[in-house]
């Protein structure tokens, strides 16, 4: 498996299952889950490693706010804004195949996919 360059985060509440962001994977690390979501779908989910961060998958997928791709996530690991503390802070994956970090400023969890509510340093 290719070395982790970047993170690809599913909201699985957004995907349908249409297997577009699998079949155009380069380094196939997503796969469909086995367990379905509210809508009855089964999403995609991420292997936890490999991804390049090409976003391709990103590209593929036909539902806006479906899959968010970290570039290089190490970056925007030590990147975060706390969002209860408005202060800069790290994140620390919890979940990759779920894509759910931890703050270190205030301990919540934060979903990934969630990207219009994640803040960033420049």
Known sequence: ????????????????????CVEACPVNVLHLSESFNTHGYSPAEYEGEGCTGCG??????????????FKNWQEAQQA?????????????????????AECEACGQQVILSNF????FAE
């Open 1 to 20: 498996m290719a070395k982790s360059r970047g993170l690809v985060a599913v909201n699985v509440e957004e995907c349908k299952g249409c297997k577009l």
């Open 56 to 69: 391709v998958c990103y590209y593929a997928c036909p539902e806006p706010g479906a899959i968010t791709v």
């Open 80 to 100: 975060y804004i706390c969002q209860t503390s408005n202060k800069p802070s790290q994140l620390t994956l919890v979940d990759p195949i779920q894509g759910i």
């Open 116 to 119: 219009r509510a994640l803040s």
